[in-house]
């Protein structure tokens, strides 16, 4: 079994940060890409950031220059730090992980996700 579990997700004005977390832990043998996407009410969920296990990133044109992605692998850890965040921010993010697992399978896991809602 692996789980995702996401937190840091909360309630901040306009202009403000937050700090979210993806702890992967179970039946891992090898953590490889791992990404932030959200979903708004109404919306198709859509990428935010993603990074590789060796720390290549990518990002979205929305969350350029205000979100940073970053991994610790040693923890199965993976993060997103968010600046300067705006209205149309708010979100439910969700983290996503490709995995092997001990049993070598390999597939993409996702973690039930965290409510994000900058207000205005």
């Known amino acids: 079994q692996v789980q995702l579990v996401e937190s840091g997700g909360g309630l901040v004005q306009a202009g403000g940060s937050l700090r979210l977390s993806c702890a992967a832990s179970?039946?891992?043998?090898?953590?490889?890409?791992m990404a932030w996407y959200r979903q708004a009410p109404g919306n198709q969920r859509e990428l935010v950031a993603s990074?590789?296990?060796?720390?290549?990133?990518n990002y979205a044109g929305s969350s350029k220059d205000r979100f940073t992605i970053s991994r610790d692998n040693a923890k199965n850890t993976m993060y997103l730090q968010m600046n300067s965040l705006k209205p149309e921010d708010t979100a439910v993010y969700y983290c996503?992980?490709?995995?092997?697992?001990?049993?070598?399978?390999?597939?993409?896991?996702w973690g039930q996700g965290t409510q994000v809602t900058v207000s205005s």
């Open positions: 996503n992980a490709n995995i092997l697992t001990i049993n070598w399978v390999i597939r993409d896991y």
């Open positions: 179970g039946t891992i043998f090898r953590l490889n890409t």
């Open positions: 990074i590789s296990s060796s720390g290549s990133t």
